[in-house]
């Protein structure tokens, strides 16, 4: 089981990117699925989040301007970035806990996209 994500780039400030992350195998079903991001020198930090029954959490710093959502059919999730600042630049990473068909549940990591917003 894998995560895929992708969509980052270059974007100016106040503009907007849309992240993706798909994940594959052999899936029994997905409970929270999220994403996260690093930027250089600093820890990975929550960016949002989304359970299998809807309920939504965000970072402080994102609330207004991220919106996550998913597609439980396709086990994906995105993540709509607007109003980009500079200090929005990171490597974003999706998660998921999955539970496979042999209910072992796993936290899964894709493998990292970057995002650069320029002032």
């Known amino acids: 089981v894998q995560l895929q994500a992708s969509g980052g780039g270059l974007v100016q400030a106040g503009g907007s990117l849309r992240l993706s992350c798909a994940a594959s195998?052999?899936?029994?079903?997905?409970?929270?699925m999220g994403w996260y991001r690093q930027a250089p020198g600093k820890q990975r930090e929550l960016v949002a989040t989304l359970s299998s029954g809807g309920s939504t959490n965000y970072a402080d710093s994102v609330k207004g301007r991220f919106t996550i959502s998913r597609d439980n059919a396709k086990n994906t999730v995105a993540l709509q970035m607007n109003s980009l600042k500079p200090e929005d630049t990171a490597v974003y990473y999706c998660?998921?806990?999955?539970?496979?068909?042999?209910?072992?549940?796993?936290?899964?990591w894709g493998q990292g996209t970057q995002v650069t917003v320029s002032s």
């Open positions: 998660n998921a806990e999955v539970v496979t068909p042999l209910w072992h549940r796993e936290i899964l």
């Open positions: 195998g052999s899936i029994f079903s997905i409970n929270a």
